[in-house]
């Protein structure tokens, strides 16, 4: 059983920066790898980027790649996205999510999913 708790979300405006915080518990969590979504409001649940279990392989969705970076600490049990030059368009909830498996872009295939922490961002 995995628990993932995000953070760091808030208002920004556009051309800003955030970080956001996916704090896992258990002792496990370097077994999973863990990806970021995004809801944003009348919009389907959207992959943004996600990172491998032992945080040498990452991958991001074309909207995000170049922008926004995903990293991991392991012995903290934790993992970041760094948003670099916002826009509008990337206001969302944004949720982490962790699976054992290798289906990193669809996100039915994730075991676990923390509750979102919303990011706006103002033009």
């Known amino acids: 059983q995995v628990q993932l708790v995000e953070s760091g979300g808030g208002l920004v405006q556009a051309g800003g920066s955030l970080r956001l915080s996916c704090a896992a518990s258990?002792?496990?969590?370097?077994?999973?790898?863990i990806g970021w979504f995004r809801q944003a409001p009348g919009k389907e649940r959207a992959f943004v980027a996600v990172?491998?279990?032992?945080?040498?392989?990452?991958d991001y969705a074309a909207s995000v790649k170049g922008r926004f970076t995903i990293s991991r600490d392991n012995a903290k049990n934790t993992v970041y996205l760094q948003m670099n030059s916002l826009k509008p368009e990337d206001t969302a909830v944004y949720y982490c999510?962790?699976?054992?498996?290798?289906?990193?872009?669809?996100?039915?295939?994730?075991?676990?999913w923390g509750q979102g922490t919303q990011v706006t961002v103002s033009s």
């Open positions: 258990g002792h496990t969590f370097s077994t999973y790898a």
């Open positions: 999510a962790a699976q054992s498996g290798s289906y990193y872009y669809t996100g039915a295939k994730y075991d676990y």
């Open positions: 990172i491998t279990r032992s945080g040498f392989g990452t």
